[in-house]
């Protein structure tokens, strides 16, 4: 059993940073694949990171990559989002999840097990 809780949602301009922490509870959280989702409203979940369980591998979904930064700290059972250059439409409920997932199928939010509770991210323009 994972328990996830996400941490560092907000308020933000266009172009600024953000950084997500989601906390996880459990001794086998070095097992799983970590990924962060979102979902705006009116929309469909979104993925978009996630890192493999021994944190060699970092995966992006298109409309975040060279911007966005999945890390993890084994020590702290804590994976980050680092949110750089920030725009508008990145508004949304940003959620931690973890699963055993094979690689591909890192992006499909049903393959993963455990969710957090989400943390609002609005980015004004």
């Known amino acids: 059993q994972v328990q996830l809780v996400e941490s560092g949602g907000g308020l933000v301009q266009a172009g600024g940073s953000l950084r997500l922490s989601c906390a996880a509870s459990g001794r086998t959280f070095s097992r799983y694949v970590m990924g962060w989702f979102r979902q705006a409203p009116g929309k469909e979940r979104e993925f978009v990171a996630a890192?493999?369980?021994?944190?060699?591998?970092?995966y992006y979904g298109d409309s975040v990559k060279g911007r966005f930064t999945i890390s993890r700290d084994y020590a702290k059972n804590t994976v980050y989002l680092q949110m750089n250059s920030l725009k508008p439409e990145d508004t949304a409920v940003y959620y931690c999840?973890?699963?055993?997932?094979?690689?591909?199928?890192?992006?499909?939010?049903?393959?993963?097990?455990?969710w957090g509770q989400g943390t609002q991210v609005t980015v004004s323009s």
């Open positions: 999840a973890a699963g055993r997932v094979p690689d591909h199928r890192i992006p499909d939010h049903r393959m993963y097990d455990y």
């Open positions: 890192i493999s369980w021994s944190g060699g591998i970092t």
